[in-house]
């Protein structure tokens, strides 16, 4: 059973600092482009990253870039996200999705794997 896990969420004041983590199980992830999503009540889902697992090469979204950086640990099996100098406008269920590919964002539907998402809230 194939499986993406987030981890890392929660509550944290604007300027501060979240380790995200996907954990991915059940097949070779060696070939996939993972990326990070993140929706907010009330909004549409938007992309914040992707990292290609094969090469380690990364994109952001403008919104994040300089504060948000993707990194793997392959012997877990696990990217990650960390975010710094967070702001109010962060808050949002975090999502991590696999898919085959180019690092650009496709439509989610195009994306073969979602993990359940981790909620992040920063206070202001």
């Known amino acids: 059973q194939v499986q993406l896990v987030e981890s890392g969420g929660g509550l944290v004041q604007a300027g501060g600092s979240l380790r995200l983590s996907c954990a991915a199980s059940?097949?070779?992830?060696?070939?996939?482009?993972m990326d990070w999503f993140r929706q907010a009540p009330g909004k549409e889902r938007e992309f914040v990253g992707a990292?290609?697992?094969?090469?380690?090469?990364?994109v952001y979204a403008d919104s994040v870039k300089g504060r948000f950086t993707m990194s793997k640990d392959n012997a877990k099996n696990t990217v990650y996200l960390q975010m710094n100098s967070l702001k109010p406008e962060d808050t949002a269920v975090y999502y991590c999705a696999a898919k085959v590919g180019s690092l650009l964002p496709v439509r989610p539907a195009d994306y073969d794997y979602w993990g359940q998402g981790t909620q992040v809230t920063v206070s202001s």
């Open positions: 990292l290609s697992w094969r090469t380690g090469s990364t």
């Open positions: 059940g097949r070779t992830f060696s070939t996939y482009v």
